[in-house]
């Protein structure tokens, strides 16, 4: 299904930050919807996320997922205040109708917000935005890399993405190191990630050494390539994406267990 652009128009009014013992943490990364209430009611949520980006100044672009669809659009902010500076837009693809209601929950309270507060516990990075004029709040976790497991559904055979389907598998199992298969054989690298920048790479490691046949070897020659060309990476929803320093799209999961 061909998906279109859907512009929202309601100007954003909340700030994107986190704080620490001085209050002033920069909330740029990825966020993951846990709550959602709204007239003091909790409310059913599906799969959703946030990305801040800070685009330097006082600019931020803000993206993610909503459920059914993808959202983007840009603020400009001013203390604990924002204002939409590049309108906002999402994906217009259909969805079950409870997920719909939900995503149209969501999305109004990003484009109405008018409050925040954040705080950590136990190294876990919280962040909570609300909006009077919709009754609303939300509260997010910080999302990295660090205990998450993938697997493969596409690869850059050259010129774009091309849909794989097999046993090539990424786990980021501690905060440097990152395994998996290859589809046949087994791996170990080392890896630095900024969950800000979303800056990644892969630093060489141990190989088993089974042989596979020819089209195994060369989907294992591809991701293994693609691993050591990793400069950057995107969250989100289920999906994680890998990039050269290009920006051209490398590798593309979709989220298995936590490791």
């Known amino acids: 299904m061909k998906m279109q652009m859907v512009f929202f128009t309601a100007a954003l009014c909340g700030l994107f930050s986190a704080c620490t013992s001085t209050g002033t943490v920069d909330a740029a990364g990825d966020w993951e919807l846990v709550f959602l209430e709204k007239d003091s009611e909790a409310q059913q949520i599906a799969v959703s996320t946030l990305t801040v980006s800070d685009k330097g100044g006082s600019e931020y672009e803000l993206s993610g997922f909503s459920g059914v669809n993808r959202f983007n659009g840009k603020i400009g902010a001013d203390g604990n205040k924002i204002r939409s500076i590049g309108g906002f837009a999402s994906t217009r693809m259909a969805g079950p109708a409870a997920a719909m209601e939900f995503e149209q929950q969501y999305l109004d309270l990003l484009t109405s917000a008018d409050s ?25 976790v910080r999302r990295t890399l660090e205990g998450t497991a993938w697997n493969i559904a596409a690869m850059n055979t050259g010129s ?4 794989k389907e097999g046993d090539i598998t990424l786990k980021f199992v501690s905060g440097t190191r990152a395994g998996g298969s290859t ?3 087994i791996f170990d690298f080392g890896y630095k990630a900024d969950p800000k920048s979303h800056a990644l790479s892969f630093s060489d ?10 089209e195994e070897s060369e989907d294992e020659r591809l991701f293994l390539d693609g691993l050591m060309k990793t400069r950057s990476y995107s969250l989100s929803g289920k999906t994680l ?9 490398l590798l593309e999961f979709s989220r298995a267990d936590a490791v």
């Open 116 to 140: 925040w507060k954040s705080d950590s516990d136990e190294g876990t990075v919280r962040l909570e935005i609300a909006s009077s004029s919709r009754n609303a709040k939300a509260r997010f």
């Open 241 to 249: 994406t890998l990039y050269d320093e290009a920006g051209r799209a």
């Open 205 to 214: 490691g141990p190989v088993t050494l089974m042989a596979g046949s020819p």
């Open 183 to 185: 589809g046949i054989n």
């Open 160 to 163: 774009a993405l091309v849909s």
